[in-house]
Structure formats: C-alpha cells, structure tokens
C-alpha cells in the first residue's frame, strides 16, 4: 500500500481564544438562492467575525450568505487526523457516522496535532460572534480520522495510508456526505483502493476535494492528480493556493497536468483552530482545500437542483481568471468566487415558461410610456432560471429601457431640406429632398435657387405626394414618406405654422416612426368631405443604441363638415402593430406578439376674423395587445393626445403668418399590461408558482410643448422663427425641461 505524508506549512499561534456557541441561516425559496415566497431573514453577515474569516471574505461569500446559504443540512467528510471534540465551535454538528478509519485501530477522533481541526474549522466553524466563522457555518463534519496511529508526532510530519484514505471516503459517502475534503498529499501515484474509492464517489454524485501540494512544483501532487483519472469523473477538485494579492502561493504547486481540475482559494496565512481550540494562522494548500469545500457545500444547501457534476462545474465556469487568458498551467481554471458563483450563469430564462430572458435588456418602451414601466414594482421578484436551472429573484424592470427622447429641433434643423410643390391642371406634386442626408448640421445655411445637375445627382427624396381629381370632387392621393391624416389635410386644404417641436397627435401614431407609404381617397359631398387612408411604416425602436424597426399599418375614416366660420373634423382610425406595443419592443418572454389600437378623432377650426382662426384636435386610443403566451396574459391601455393653435396671417406684412401651439404628444392615461408573474420556485416539482400583477403603464411625467411660430417673405427667400418651451420632455418627470430657438431661412426654387 502507497504511504503518503503530507507536508504541512508553518503554524502561527493567535492570541483569541474561540468561545462557545452556535447560530446561522435558513434558505428560503423565494431568496436569490431559489425556493418558496418567504424570502431571507434580514440579517447582516458583514461582521467583524466574517471580515476575520479571511478565506470567506477573498471567496465573496457574503452573496451566498445573503441569499440564505449556510451549509445547513449538508454532510461535509473530512478525512485527516481528526477534530478538537471539546469546543463548541462544532456542537451538534459532527455527525454520529465520524470515526478513526484505521484499519485494526479503535481511537477516538479527537485532534492531536491541530491539523484535522483547522481544516473543519474553514469549513464548519459556527458563527457565533466571536473568532472566526466556517465557510458552511451549518453544515455537518462526518470527520474521518486516518493519521496513521504513532505516526504523526506533529503538524509538520504526519503518515497517511492510501487504504486508510479510502475506507474514509468509502465510509463518508454511505452516510451521506455530499463533499469530501482531503487536505493529503504525497509524490506516489494512487493505489488501486484509492482510486475505486474515488470511483465509487463520483459514481454516487460526491464532490472530492485533494491539496495540491506544498512543493512549488509545477504540477501537483501524484496523488491529486487522481482528478485525471477516468474514474474520478471529472468529480474531483484539486485545490492550489493564492496569497492576499491573488498571486498564487509561493509554497504551491502550480496546476500544470491537472489544469482542468484545478482551483485556487486563499491557502496563506487562514485563521483557523488548533488542536486545542485556539485560533490560530495557517498557510497551505490542505488551507485552500477546505475554502473550496465549503463553497461546494453552501450551493449544494442552496440549490438543491444541482448535481455534483453540476457544482463542480459552477465553481469552475464561475471562477475569476487569472494569469493567463482561459484554463493555464498555473491557476488552473482560476479563483473561486462565490460572488459569481451565486449569480446567474449561462442561458437565463423566465421560470414559467422557459422562455430565453436578458438580465440586462428585454426592450424599450415606446414614447407614450414615458417613465411608466420601468419603476413598475410588478416586474420586482421575479424568477429565472440561470443554465443550471437554478431559480434566481430579479427585478425585470430594470431591464427595460426608454425610448430615447426626441430630440426634435435639432433633428428638423439638420440638413439641407427643400421642398418642391407645383399644379398642372387636376393634379398636384409635392416632393421634399434632402442634401447631403447623413450629415446632421444645427443650422441651415443659404440654399441655391435650384437644382444643379450635381444637387440632383446627391439629392435624396425624402418625402413627397401627388394628388390628383379623378372625378368631379373624388380625389385620390398617393404618398411616400407621409401620413395618411397629412395627405387627408392637403386635400382639405388645411394649413399650420410651421412649427417644429409642437407635434400634432393625430399625425402619426404616437411614436417615432419611419413612415412608408400612403394612399388617401376623399369624397365632397357640398359642405362635407369623406375619405379614408391607409398608411404603412415601421415603428422605430431600440435595443441598447442600435435601432430596429417593426411594421405598422394603419387606416383611417375622416369627415370634415364646415358651419360657416367653424369646421369639424371626426375620425376613427386602427393601428395594427405586428411586433409592438404603442412603439414598445419587448423580449419574448413577455409574450407580446403585436397589439391592435383603436383610435377616436375629433378636431374644429374656427375663423375668429378674416385674418386668426383657433383651431383644436385631440386624438384618444384604446389598445389591447396579442398575447402568444408569456408573462403578460393581457394588455388594455388608454392613450389621449391633443394640440390647441390660434394662428393668424397678414399681420405685418402681406402673406406673413403668426401661431401659437400648446400641445401634449400622445400619452398613456390609464391601464397597463396584467402580468402571470413566476414568485416562487419548487425544487421538487421543477415548477414556479404563478401571481396576478397589475402593471401601471402610466408615467408620471407629462409632456407639455408650447410653441411660437412666426413666417414671413424677406430676402428672396421666406424666413422662420420658432421659440419653444417643453416640460417634461418625453413624458419623463426627471427629463430637465427643453427651450429652444430656432432661425430659420429658405430660398425658392
């Protein structure tokens, strides 16, 4: 049989004595740890006792603690020389299956020399306030004694053989223990015995964790680089250490061989107890070892869910990575961090219908939400499932953005925009062009009197309409780039200033849009006009800064009747949204397929004298979504917008023209999305429970946009100025208020 002597690094004696005492706490299913809907006791774990155990702290074990994680319930074997009986550090919780594995031997396990006792106190030592504290506070030690009898006269030097190792890990896991811990070493290859033990451990789901070695070798021990072996199962951990600046220890041997079973934890200078239960110092890789095993131990209580396979596996793609990019001869796989490890990891989706979920961004809302949704506390607790099925609360409205505010005078402002209009008989052009379109300017500066052949080679139609009398007073439209309310309004021969920021809510859809094309068809029946108009478009929306765009549709039934000097516009319109809700493009987990809104229209226009009019259209809708089985099970949703002119002409000079606008682009007033929120998870049935929330929808800002809008011939050209004043902008209460001026000059062609 292999004789394997584990040489230990030097001792240091502390100068606090561990006190009596017990404590810890509870996993609940509704924490971040997974489970029911009780949640975490509040408890605060950054104490002076955590901040001593400094092996826990280099770990960031406090996210384990915090989510309820405490090793309670687990089975931890240590196989060593034994655990100090007599202090209370370990009361109630060394299990009744602990005993001096040697064979024809019969002693008691207590502790002679303090190794055996340091290793579980990282482990297990109780969080009473006092000292320091375990890794897995709570969990049980079933401690294995196999220093080999009179042969282990001190720390430094004490014999183990490889029968007596394995008859430990035989015995630790047929009572039970989810984790092995064997802080042993030697340069001889594992026996026979030993290597079936292992095998028989993997077999059964336990996780084995093995020193290093204190050599600075590059390679670690022979008898740890049994994780190689087939028949450890890839179950089995080799433990290297790393100082206090994540350097790895100078007394470690290096991963080299055993790269892809290896992981480094704090192995220099951890407190921990001795033989006689003081705390003392420690340095060496056996200190590393039981960092790691604690940490297997508190995701084993925590997530239940997970095989063995599974956490070893989690420890490694969740640790930090040093040296080298990716698995290296020297740290391995990297630092443990339990931080991470307690975190999400890998594909996230919704725990009720397995759905793929961001944790960083499942879509924007559109503009008529404004701040509404992302501080909802409906989206508060919900539960995801993170690639080891783990259950995970989350807070989703956080994962929501805005639709980034319109900045909307200094988008009318850039470029170089002309517009051509001209009648020949029954039918009239309007075309509007750009120069140089992608080059955003904040001015417009003196055009040309016309097209050159060069601008028409780099002009880009932006815009344009053509409308045209196809019977007596039937007239049809057709339009690219326009709404179907505009071409309505140029048959009716409706003019506005020409304002800029101060948007009329029936002329779009309520959110920002790339419009497509239109058709409208109008019908003078004496002082009424009948039309219709179907428009196409996309909604445009956001994911992160890059922009998507999902079609739209929309038609629209309008008529306009005039009463001497009052007209009255009533319309009914639907906008059929096919991936969108009000210009909202979320992930599918919500189970969002697009959402249908009906619009109601009513406007007047009244002539005060020849020379003003007062004129007011207001725009309400009523949206409902189509669901394809997500976590919203309905949408019903109440937008209104409206906008006021009094406008005149002719005031100071011939064909000048004067207006004033207050307007409120479209806004959600009431409603909201009723959602089937997954609040708890059950580990045993693999299901989540379900609650009704109601999301509010409604901002608590309201946009308000006054403007100013004086036009008047000078120059050879026509000349506009705007002054503005929006509060609210975006319908964002915290959005600063926006004012600005804008000066405008355009030359004829």
């Known amino acids: 049989m292999a004789l394997h002597v584990h040489r230990w690094a030097s001792l240091t004696l502390g100068m606090v004595l561990c006190s009596c005492g017990g404590g810890g706490g509870t996993n609940s299913a509704g924490s971040n740890a997974g489970g029911g809907s009780s949640g975490v006791p509040a408890v605060n774990f950054n104490t002076a006792e955590y901040q001593a155990s400094s092996g826990s702290v280099a770990m960031n074990a406090l996210a384990a603690y915090n989510a309820g994680a405490s090793g309670q319930g687990i089975t931890v074997g240590i196989i060593d020389t034994g655990i100090n009986t007599s202090t209370g550090e370990f009361s109630g919780r060394i299990s009744s299956a602990s005993r001096d594995v040697v064979a024809g031997s019969s002693r008691s396990i207590s502790d002679q020399v303090g190794h055996g006792t340091a290793v579980a106190s990282i482990i297990g030592a109780a969080r009473n306030g006092s000292g320091t504290m375990g890794v897995a506070f709570n969990s049980t030690l ?19 053989f490889d029968s007596d190792i394995a008859n430990g890990v035989n015995i630790a896991v047929a009572n039970g223990a989810r984790v092995i811990n064997i802080s042993l070493g030697g340069n001889s290859s594992p026996s026979a015995s030993f290597v079936n033990a292992i095998a028989n451990a993997a077999s059964r789901g336990v996780i084995v964790v093995i020193a290093a070695g204190n050599d600075s070798a590059a390679n670690p021990d ?27 220890s100078s007394f470690s041997n290096a991963a080299g061989s055993g790269a892809s079973h290896y992981l480094v934890a704090l192995g220099s200078s951890v407190p921990a107890l001795d033989q006689n239960g003081v705390l003392a110092t420690f340095s060496g890789t056996s200190f590393a070892t039981p960092q790691i095993a604690g940490a297997a131990a508190l995701l084993a209580q925590a997530f239940p869910n997970l095989t063995g396979a599974q956490i070893v596996d989690l420890l490694f793609s969740s640790a930090v990575d040093l040296g080298a990019a990716g698995t290296d001869s020297t740290f391995g796989r990297g630092r443990l961090d339990l931080t991470r490890a307690f975190q999400p990891v890998g594909t996230t989706s919704l725990a009720s219908t397995g759905t793929p979920l961001s944790l960083t961004s499942n879509g924007s809302l559109g503009a008529p939400l404004g701040d509404g949704g992302q501080t909802s506390l409906a989206l508060n607790g919900a539960i995801i499932l993170d690639g080891f099925s783990r259950p995970f609360a989350v807070n989703l409205a956080g994962t929501l953005s805005r639709t980034p505010v319109s900045q909307s005078l200094y988008g009318k402002l850039q470029g170089n925009a002309r517009a051509f209009t001209n009648a ?31 601008d028409a080679r780099i002009a880009r139609a932006t815009a344009g309409a053509v409308i045209s009398r196809i019977a007596p007073g039937t007239r ?23 304002f800029l920021v101060a948007g009329d809510a029936q002329s779009t859809p309520g959110f920002q849009t790339r419009r497509g094309n239109a058709v409208a068809l109008a019908q003078d029946a004496g002082r009424l006009m009948l039309s219709t108009s179907i428009e196409t478009g996309d909604a445009v929306t956001w994911a992160g800064d890059r922009q998507q765009r999902r079609p739209y549709s929309m038609a629209q039934l309008r008529a306009i009747r005039g009463f001497g000097p009052l007209m009255l516009d009533l319309g009914l319109g639907l906008l059929d949204e096919q991936a969108t809700l009000l210009g909202s493009n979320l992930s599918p987990a919500f189970g969002v397929g697009g959402a249908a809104t009906r619009f109601a229209d009513a406007g007047a226009n009244l002539a005060i004298t020849g020379n003003w009019y007062l004129s007011a259209r207001v725009r ?17 949703i109440v937008t209104r917008g409206f906008a006021v002119d009094l406008a005149g002409s002719d005031l100071f000079s011939t064909g000048d023209r004067l207006g004033f ?15 089937n929120m997954p609040v708890a998870f059950d580990f045993a049935s693999r299901s989540a429970t379900l609650e009704t929330r109601n999301m509010a929808l409604s901002p608590s800002g309201r946009e308000i946009d006054l403007e100013t809008s004086y036009g008047f011939a000078g120059l050879g050209g026509w000349m506009d100025l705007n002054v503005y004043w929006r509060r609210d902008p975006g319908h964002i209460a915290a959005a600063p208020d926006d004012r600005g001026v804008a000066l405008r000059y355009n030359s004829q062609f």
């Open 142 to 160: 079933a401690v294995m004694r196999a220093d080999s009898p009179g042969q282990c006269p001190s720390m430094s030097s004490c014999t183990f």
């Open 222 to 248: 022979a008898f740890a680089l049994v994780a190689n072996n087939g028949a450890a199962q890839n179950m089995v951990i080799i433990a290297g250490s790393h100082d206090g600046s994540n350097n790895l």
């Open 424 to 454: 020949a008989g029954p039918v009239m052009v309007s075309v509007s062009v750009s120069r140089n379109p992608s080059q955003a300017q904040p001015w417009v500066g003196l055009a040309q009197s016309g097209l050159t052949a060069n």
């Open 476 to 498: 049809i439209a057709f339009g690219f780039s326009e709404s179907g309310v505009g071409l309505i309004d140029r048959m009716s021969g409706r003019t506005t200033p020409a």
């Open 620 to 636: 309400q809708g009523w949206t409902t979504a189509r669901m394809n089985g997500g976590l919203v099970s309905s949408a019903n």
């Open 661 to 675: 606008r207050i307007a409120q682009p479209l806004r959600v007033e009431s409603g909201g999305m009723r959602l």
